[in-house]
């Protein structure tokens, strides 16, 4: 009885309203419904818990390899894989952190085996076939791709030093080729294998200023999407880590909060959500699973204009070189006065 008089007047509404304001009123019911549904499911894929690690030879004796594994984001995979029930891998550039590293997780994991591999991973010289000769008898299970190379400030395109341009592009994107082309033939003929291809933000957003770092990122996040796809129905996982502010050397954000978390706290996320879409809703083999990020590649996926998210990001990066060449300013002159 009392939904009668509302159907009565929904079809008296119907009735007396044109065609085209119908229309255009069902277009955007459609519309505004779709951001509700792709908003829910975000909301229920970062609630959802990943695929298990031990799908892919947690404890039982397989190895993850971590790239760029001394500081940041890349140390604390290696603590927590080793952590899971894998045997580490670390390859970087410095003997001395690697080891030191290694010493940390037999201390704290005194069952996980250590290996330890130096390689420059910005040399295009480097010895890769070393790398290969060591990874080939090892059961590898994981590989996470984290080593990379930013700007130390933004910058323009034509001031970026060759040496810097030639160093983002080696070990943002060919290290990542190599070490992945190396891991891959043993993964598949075991049926199982998780790539981990740490991205960025930059490459969700082009960022002006940061062009080369924000295309190596492009190119990961595309590169990732293709051999996900290519290695479909052959037990390997791929997934793009879209990631945004990290505590981190590497972003030079030392402070912690909901939306920039610490490595800890990050790598923690992405390892109990293998599989999970998260912010990226639709977007096959892309991962945000960090509840502060996720939100945030939702809004930029689904609201304004790329001209509007391009203009963004150069007024923020032509904020940050303005302070960061004031802040250079003020040292040379300290350095003046000091002398």
Request: aromatic content about 8%.
């Amino acid at each position: 009885m009392v939904l009668a008089p509302l159907r009565h007047q929904a079809l008296d509404w119907a009735t007396d309203c044109p065609l085209t304001t119908l229309a255009l009123a069902l277009v955007g019911a459609g519309w505004l419904g779709s951001y509700v549904l792709s908003f829910a499911r975000m909301l229920v894929d970062l609630a959802r818990p990943g695929i298990p690690l031990k799908r892919f030879g947690a404890k039982k004796g397989a190895w993850a390899i971590v790239t760029g594994a001394t500081a940041g984001i890349g140390r604390d995979f290696a603590l927590q894989l080793a952590g899971a029930g894998f045997n580490v891998f670390l390859a970087s550039r410095t003997t001395s952190k690697l080891e030191e590293i290694a010493q940390e997780i037999t201390a704290k994991y005194p069952s996980a085996k250590t290996q330890v591999h130096a390689i420059d991973f910005s040399d295009p010289k480097a010895d890769y076939a070393a790398l290969k000769a060591a990874l080939d008898p090892l059961d590898v299970g994981v590989l996470v791709n984290n080593v990379g190379k930013s700007y130390d400030e933004p910058t323009f395109f034509q001031d970026l030093p060759d040496q810097d341009m030639i160093d983002i592009v080696e070990i943002n994107i060919n290290a990542a080729l190599k070490v992945t082309k190396i891991v891959i033939p043993g993964m598949v003929s075991r049926k199982r294998g998780l790539i981990l291809n740490v991205g960025s933000f930059a490459s969700l957003i082009p960022s002006p200023l940061l062009a080369v770092y924000s295309g190596s990122k492009a190119f990961l996040s595309t590169w990732s999407q293709s051999l996900g796809s290519e290695l479909k129905g052959t037990g390997v996982e791929v997934e793009l880590l879209n990631t945004y502010f990290v505590v981190s050397k590497l972003s030079k954000i030392r402070r912690s909060s909901w939306m920039i978390p610490t490595p800890k706290t990050y790598v923690r996320s992405v390892l109990s959500h293998i599989g999970v879409r998260g912010g990226a809703v639709g977007q096959p083999h892309i991962s945000t699973p960090y509840h502060g990020h996720a939100p945030v590649q939702w809004v930029v996926d689904h609201f304004f204009s790329n001209s509007f998210w391009l203009n963004y990001n150069r007024k923020l990066h032509l904020d940050i070189r303005r302070r960061a060449l004031r802040k250079r300013e003020r040292e040379a002159a300290k350095a003046v006065k000091a002398e």
